[in-house]
């Protein structure tokens, strides 16, 4: 049977809405980011891959040294175990969603 849940009811904070899939019988999860400008997190990395789907503003992601710029339109991919983040590199909100192909987040900081 389809589910149908209210991101309002996820777990959130200012800048990021967290749906993790292992509690609603999801086997992926995923952020809906919603950065200010200057706004993003450190560096860190998952086992997994990361799919980011830059939907309004744009990004400058750290991919393993390397620095890529992406704006609304745009997939970033980011390969397994590699460090990255990402800053909101616009003048307006940055939004995207940030794909985790497991049924919760694991994720270790790399910087504070």
Not at 1 to 7: D, E, F, G, Q, W
Not at 66 to 73: D, F
């Amino acid at each position: 049977m389809a589910k149908r849940i209210l991101v309002s009811d996820l777990k959130g904070g200012e800048s990021a809405t967290l749906f993790e899939g292992r509690d609603h019988g999801s086997t992926v999860s995923c952020f809906l980011i919603h950065n200010s400008p200057g706004e993003g997190p450190g560096l860190h990395r998952h086992p997994y891959e990361e799919t980011f789907i830059v939907q309004e503003g744009s990004a400058t992601f750290t991919v393993e040294g390397e620095t890529i710029e992406a704006g609304a339109g745009h997939i970033v991919i980011v390969p397994a175990r590699a460090a990255h983040g990402f800053v909101n590199s616009g003048d307006g909100i940055l939004r995207q969603v940030t794909i985790h192909p497991s049924d919760h987040v694991i994720q270790e900081w790399l910087e504070e």
